[in-house]
């Protein structure tokens, strides 16, 4: 009796899909990232773009692209063979706001900005007073 018990507790169980090999995954690598990071310094009439290139998976361009405002101004492309330090000189004007986008095959890694954006004023609550002029 207790041997027929067994047997079919042992067909019971062996039904069940992992009673005997738990599934384990295969570890997956991660995917080779760029990682890259940066600074802009003010010089009279130019600014200076330097970017340490810290993780470059394969050589590739590294886009750049300049705006003063919403207009693009300057679009460079670099080729960047391994990890290091890129510096670019730009064109600047003392007043408005400027942005570097920096591309990798299209793809947005990075964004400094230069001067101060022209934001909308807040909305007014309808409990405050309007400002004075």
């Known amino acids: 009796m207790m041997k027929r018990a067994f047997l079919l507790l042992l067909l019971l169980l062996s039904g069940c899909r992992y009673t005997f090999w738990p599934l384990i995954p295969p570890e997956a690598s991660y995917p080779e990232r760029v990682s890259l990071s940066g600074e802009l310094m003010e010089e009279e009439d130019r600014v200076v773009a330097r970017l340490n290139v810290r993780r470059w998976p394969e050589p590739n361009y590294l886009e750049l692209r300049w705006y003063a405002g919403e207009e693009l101004i300057e679009e460079l492309s670099i080729w960047v063979e391994e990890p290091g330090?890129?510096?670019?000189?730009?064109?600047?004007?003392?007043?408005?706001?400027?942005r570097l986008l920096v591309m990798v095959e299209n793809k947005p890694v990075l964004q400094l900005d230069l001067?101060?954006?022209?934001?909308?004023?807040?909305?007014?609550?309808?409990?405050q007073e309007p400002a004075a002029e």
Not at 85 to 98: A, N, Q, R
Not at 115 to 127: A, K, M, Q, T
């Open 85 to 98: 330090e890129v510096t670019v000189e730009l064109p600047y004007e003392k007043e408005g706001f400027y």
């Open 115 to 127: 001067g101060e954006p022209s934001l909308p004023p807040p909305p007014s609550s309808p409990d």
